[in-house]
């Protein structure tokens, strides 16, 4: 009977093995897709003193990176990170805050080759940012589905906390949906996976080995561990990411409103049967709740067939939401349920600063993606023009003329064989040149003549 049992046990020990993962391989499979990442600062700028301070409102919120200077020489800083390969052509991802202020972007595999990346785009609002280095044949990572996950699940991380590269920790899944104080669009996935100061960027893998996340805070009173990690969804990575990528910047949906959380109290008040919803505190005028009907003391618990249990599950969902879209808005006014249509505006984005600036002036990001201004008196002597030429005050990161190679600073002479006197010249160019074709382009740079090939997309109209 003994033996008997004995044998049983152990039948059942070896069956439970053998459906377990083997997370051994899965890190040595996926470590190879995962990368470092050095980023050299100007140690004087303001963003990098900030990071000598302590970051993160509130301060228990702290971006791993913030706190990582490793010195340097010469007034410049050294930080780092960790990123993930997403396409094998050379698309990273990390945080928007392990590049902020980058002059210089290194990116080493596994393998220790090393590569300088192009910050193709930042989001700060989402905290996510896309690298592209030159390479091919690059490993990658497969990319899963964070909206599957669920609370108790197993997941891991790879990245290089304190600059030990290629170091896995795992856990479990804590919450879901969790909203921080400085992450109104981003509904974090919080774990218990140990990632500290340099992990930031990093992905974290489902036990399919499937990316479900980037690794992006944590909650600490020391600035290390303590228990608490949070991850930026996949799914919405890969919507900020696409954008990034086709754009340099990334649109989301505008309802305008002001709203606030629900409690009991309040939930009683406005003759609600529980705290549930987001409460509309402030309306925009002639934004698009107003527009539709939305008022103030309105509380609004489904949008656009998605429950609304807290005031912070709202602003990701409209965030998402494509502008000009119309959707149905449900709201609870004076203990009646209401249902509104409303076609969501877009939120200002976030440009470039020099992009931003001469905005009236802009090209349009689908045709060439820069902002341009005219030249002054003094300009055209000491280039020797009479009356041609206009100057490159900014480029869109990620746009066709990016990619050609165009700079600020840069004079645009000629466009297509068009001759460019003002902006609306190159303007008119742009907006008549055939698309998926290279087209020269001749600048001055350095005072130096040069051509260079560009290439409008075709997937923007």
Known sequence: MTFFLVALMAAAFSANAASLPD????????????VNIRVDHDAMSKTSLDRRLPGGIPEQFRHFFRDMPEGGSGGHEVGIGSGFVVSSDGYIVTNAHVVEDADEVQVIMKDRREFTAEVVGRDERSDIALLKVDAKDLPTVKIGDS???????????????????????????????????DGTYV????????????????????????VVGVNSQ???????????????????????TAQLQNKGYVSRGWLGVGIQGMDAKLARSFKLDRARGA??????????????GIESGDVIVSFDGRNINRATDLPVLVGMTPAGSTVDVKVIRSGKEKTLAVTIAELEPEVPEKVAQ????????????????????????????????????????????YRAGLKEGDVVLSFNSVEINDPEDLKEAA???????????????????????????????
């Not at 055939?434 to 090939?453: H, N």
């Open 358 to 401: 001469a905005d009236e002036q802009l090209i349009p990001p689908g045709k060439l993606g820069v902002a341009v201004s005219e030249l002054n008196d003094e300009d055209r002597r000491q280039l020797g023009l009479d009356h041609k030429g206009i100057r490159i005050e900014g480029v869109i990161p990620g746009s066709p003329a």
């Open 23 to 34: 997370l051994p391989k899965l890190i040595e499979e996926n470590g190879k897709a995962v």
């Open 218 to 240: 944590i909650y600490s009173r020391s600035g290390g561990y303590m228990g608490l990690s949070f991850a930026i969804p996949i799914n919405l990575v890969k919507n900020i």
């Open 431 to 461: 907006r008549q040149a055939p698309v998926a074709e290279p087209l020269a382009v001749l600048i001055i740079r350095e005072e130096q003549p040069l051509y260079l090939s560009v290439q409008l997309d075709d997937s923007v109209s």
């Open 187 to 210: 509904p974090f996935i919080q774990t218990d996976v140990a990632v500290n100061p340099g992990n930031s960027g990093g992905p974290l893998f489902d036990l399919d080995g499937k």
């Open 147 to 181: 909206d599957r996950l669920k609370v108790g699940q197993w997941v891991f991380a790879i990245g290089a906390p304190f600059g030990f590269d290629q170091t896995a920790t795992q856990g479990i899944v804590s919450a879901l949906s969790r909203s921080l104080p």
């Open 279 to 292: 409460l509309v505190s402030e309306v925009n005028p002639g934004g698009p709740a107003q527009q539709a």
